[in-house]
């Protein structure tokens, strides 16, 4: 299997559930990123991990929160999300950083009743 | 912050016909990509450029550095080329890349 990939595809949860979102890429880059995507709004990164350290957070709130065990997994976990989280999560890696080509996965649908 | 503006927002034309799809930017940057978002999520990056003109098959994306601009155009539209067009650029102040809010392009046959 080549490419980014991500798991699942859609997701529906309750504001009390907890879960996770992974995205594997199989690329051999060093960078992932986790980008949400709003129903009219640009694309707003997340997080950014660069050789599995944390090299960015764009001041997301702590109910999401970022692990990078390895350089081809990156995984962000959910608890006490609101209605206004619904949104695509979308994974990208690149070779080293921002510089570099990036290359997105298909996206998880989110939806929190 | 550097302020990212994509026109149009919305376009329908008919197959064949040639596309244009602008992006402005108001901060100087080091590069800008373009990207392709289908139905359904999945975005795939169709260039990075910093200067000049680059080609791949129908898609032509060119930069003007000092006017701040750079277009996306398709030549033979064909109804495949129906997506989401976005804009990113690397640069200009911020860490990351800062999107477009994207054109959403129709190609009817």
């Known amino acids: 299997e080549t490419g980014v990939t991500q798991t699942p595809r859609h997701l529906v949860m309750g504001m009390t559930n907890k879960k996770s979102l992974k995205c594997e890429q199989h690329?051999?880059?060093?960078?992932m990123y986790w980008y949400k995507q709003s129903a009219k709004k640009p694309l707003e990164l997340m997080f950014v991990?660069?050789?599995?350290?944390?090299?960015e957070n764009n001041s997301v709130p702590s109910r999401f929160s970022p692990e990078c065990p390895n350089s081809s997994h990156l995984f962000l976990h959910l608890h006490t999300l609101q209605p206004e989280d619904s949104a695509l999560y979308l994974c990208?890696?690149?070779?080293?950083?921002?510089?570099?080509?990036?290359?997105f996965g298909p996206g998880t649908r989110l939806t929190v009743l | 912050k550097n302020e990212v503006e994509q026109s149009p927002q919305n376009l329908t034309a008919q197959e064949g016909e040639f596309i244009t799809i602008n992006c402005s930017y108001s901060?100087?940057?080091?590069?800008l990509h373009w990207l392709q978002q289908h139905p359904g999520g999945g975005i795939v990056s169709l260039f990075m450029?910093?200067?000049g003109k680059k080609k791949h098959g129908r898609l032509i994306a060119t930069i003007n550095i000092q006017e701040k601009h750079s277009s996306l155009h398709i030549t033979a539209s064909h109804p495949r080329d129906s997506a989401v067009y976005i804009c990113?650029?690397?640069?200009?102040?911020?860490?990351?890349?800062?999107f477009g809010k994207g054109t959403h392009l129709i190609i009817q046959p």
């Open positions: 690329l051999g880059h060093n960078a």
């Open positions: 991990y660069s050789l599995e350290e944390r090299v």
């Open positions: 990113a650029l690397l640069g200009g102040g911020a860490d990351g890349l800062t």
């Open positions: 990208a890696s690149s070779q080293r950083g921002v510089g570099d080509t990036q290359y």
């Open positions: 901060v100087g940057i080091s590069a």
């Open positions: 450029l910093s200067s």
